[in-house]
């Protein structure tokens, strides 16, 4: 059951139905759910995901895939190695994604400007971004 604690009658019923609970010495799980990751948060991610492709000559999925395998955002199931995708991730989740990407990134010499910096100057990296993807159309890879 999920509620809404900020809404009057989902915050009732949860008291209600906790309370019934603690009557009952049931055994529960309870845990808070996070925000998934914001509109801002992936705009940003791929913006600055697209100029450290465009740095290295790779596609945004090359670098995507070089990153997390590269920072250990990896899985394993039936003994196979697979990437964690970061569309699952909530927002903290994605917040350290990034934070550990501009901090590899920056050990490789590639400054990854902040989010306030692309706002900032969105004009041009807007015209970094539309050009690397004519690139990477033009040569296909």
Known sequence: ???????????????????KLLEDGAKIELKKIAKRRTLNQNSYLHAVLTLYATE????????KTYIK????YTYVKNGELFLTSTSGMNT????EFIDRFRNLSASQGFYVPS???IGQNWEYFAREIE????LQNKYNY
């Open 1 to 19: 059951m999920i509620l809404d604690l900020n809404i009057p009658p989902d915050k009732k019923k949860a008291e209600m139905y906790f309370s």
């Open 56 to 63: 290295w000559g790779w596609t945004m999925e090359e670098a």
């Open 69 to 72: 395998r590269t920072l250990g």
């Open 92 to 95: 903290k989740e994605l917040t």
């Open 115 to 117: 989010s306030d910096e």
């Open 131 to 134: 050009r690397s993807e004519v």
